[in-house]
């Protein structure tokens, strides 16, 4: 089994993240690191652990990334984690366990945020984490990126990821495109990564608009007849609006209201980009 972490300028916390593949539980027999044209210490920061170091000259994106570690990737199940995270020490075996079936393509689980420094940390967790809830899924939609695995022969099959989408939502098309390929996805709550990404308005509300564009776009990449454009910023409206109604209940979350209510606006505002950028996009 081959473990992977993807890196761009991550110095901070990439140490931590390699060793907590080393300390499996069910320890990977190879550990890629994929530098993507890092300008910080990352590499530095990791020298004399045990790791195939791979450099991209420049950053490439993500996709293409994740695409070098399958392209060296020596066994047949590659294991992705991001380089702000921390594994459980027995995150590998127990997505090993759920590889029962040749038709499980891929494996995942969620991230716990873990860096809460601030309200938009704090909106973040309970709000933008990425988990696909608390109940073990046996054919998932998707399985988040930064807790995730994958057969190499799946991803082969379907050409591997999708270097379009540079740097987002590249575990929403592939996620997509194994499922259309006859594949399962299975995602457990108890395969975890802690995650240390910590935010501010302006990040978040990047991250949120990134999120809520390109999402709409691999589904519509991928002709994904469910995944309506309008059903994002709906969410987002009805997340504002049960915060509301919580408050005249006299419950706290003012604060977090008024987030609630700019994500909405910048959620449209991701649909809008969509529709006036179409033929580029889709």
């Given amino acids: 089994m081959t473990a992977a972490i993807c890196c761009y300028n ?21 550990i890629l690191f994929i530098d993507d044209g890092s300008s910080d210490d990352s590499v530095k920061n990791i020298q004399g652990l045990p790791v195939k170091i791979i450099k991209h000259e420049a950053n490439k994106g993500l996709a293409v990334a994740r695409n070098t570690a399958l392209d060296n990737a020596n066994y047949e199940i590659i294991v992705f984690i991001d380089s702000d995270t921390v594994a459980h020490e027995d995150m590998i075996e127990k997505m090993l366990s759920y590889y029962d079936s040749d038709d499980v393509f891929g494996v ?50 379907v050409g591997g990821f999708d270097e379009f989408f540079a740097r987002n939502a590249e575990d929403h098309d592939i996620s997509i495109r194994l499922r259309k390929a006859g594949g399962r996805l299975v995602y457990s709550p108890d395969i975890k990564v802690d995650h240390y990404r910590t935010d501010s308005l302006t990040s978040l509300v990047k991250m949120i608009y990134r999120y809520d564009l390109w999402t709409i776009i691999a589904k519509k990449r991928n002709r994904v007849a469910s995944g309506k454009s309008s059903r994002i910023p709906l969410f987002r409206i009805s997340v504002f609006l049960k915060r509301i109604l919580n408050i005249f209940k006299g419950k706290p979350g003012f604060k977090f209201a008024i987030i609630d209510l700019l994500m909405v606006f910048i959620s449209i505002g991701a649909v809008f980009f969509f529709f006036t950028n179409r033929s580029k996009l889709s």
């Fill in 10 to 30: 991550a110095e901070q916390h990439i140490y931590s993240a390699v060793n907590s593949l080393i300390k499996q539980t069910k320890q990977p027999d190879e």
């Fill in 108 to 157: 995942g689980g969620q991230g716990i945020e873990v860096n809460i420094k601030n309200i938009f940390d704090k909106w973040r967790k309970y709000n933008a984490h990425q988990s696909c809830g608390e109940s073990v899924m046996k054919d998932a939609g998707m399985i988040p990126g930064l807790c995730c695995s994958f057969r190499k022969s799946a991803l082969e099959k």
